[in-house]
């Protein structure tokens, strides 16, 4: 975080028209009016992607540790981490609005959502052994449902986690736990991260 006092907020990225448009629909379609009517008003677009019905490629973030929403707010903000529309919506928060959104979500319940089902057990066999052998649960915890700046990853989508892994490992995106993420995932195959993003899909 910046030093003392909330920055001002600044105006968002301006997009091309069916970026925009595709923006404000988003707005529009946020799921689970209950939910939606309790959290803090700088958290109602932030649900239209990440709420109950996920938008394509968008993890769930409810349940994440607070310090994990924000590092991962202030990356896009500074566009340390690349993500056209996240960096976009980042860009016209401010301190305040960072810390009331880890506070927000951090206080949700994880979601209770059944793994898909197992169809390539021989990976899940191959992935749990990588994660063995890199000791991702040192991290994680050892059902993987994070601990402080480290994320829950287990039963994230398989397509994210794989994407999450090739960026840490090209250095597109910044570890949240010091060089960590960056460091092991360095040492990843390709063979290795699909093994791995399959066997975190899958957990039970």
Do not use: W
């Not at 976009?88 to 994880?110: H, Q, T």
């Not at 989508?157 to 360095?186: C, N």
């Amino acid at each position: 975080m910046s030093g003392a006092g909330s920055r001002a907020r600044r105006p968002a990225r301006r997009f091309s028209g069916p970026i925009r448009v595709a923006l404000g629909l988003l707005t529009l379609l946020a799921v689970a009016p209950a939910r939606a009517a309790e959290a803090p008003e700088v958290a109602q677009a932030c649900l239209a992607c990440h709420g109950e019905a996920l938008a394509e490629g968008a993890p769930p973030i409810a349940g994440h540790s607070s310090n994990y929403i924000q590092l991962q707010l202030v990356f896009f903000r500074a566009g340390r981490r690349k993500n056209e529309i996240m960096q976009g919506v980042a860009e016209g928060l401010s301190d305040n609005d960072i810390r009331a959104l880890g506070k927000y979500f951090a206080s949700l319940p994880v979601p209770d959502a059944k793994p898909p089902a197992d169809t390539r057990a021989e990976l899940t066999r191959t992935g749990e052994a990588t994660a063995a052998r890199h000791r991702c649960a040192a991290c994680h915890g050892d059902a993987y449902l994070g601990i402080q700046a480290a994320p829950r990853v287990a039963r994230l989508p398989e397509a994210y986690l794989a994407k999450a892994l090739t960026d840490y490992r090209a250095g597109t995106r910044p570890s949240s736990g010091g060089a960590a993420m960056t460091e092991v995932a360095g040492a990843l195959s390709d063979a290795d991260i699909t093994a791995l993003a399959h066997y975190l899909a899958v957990l039970p």
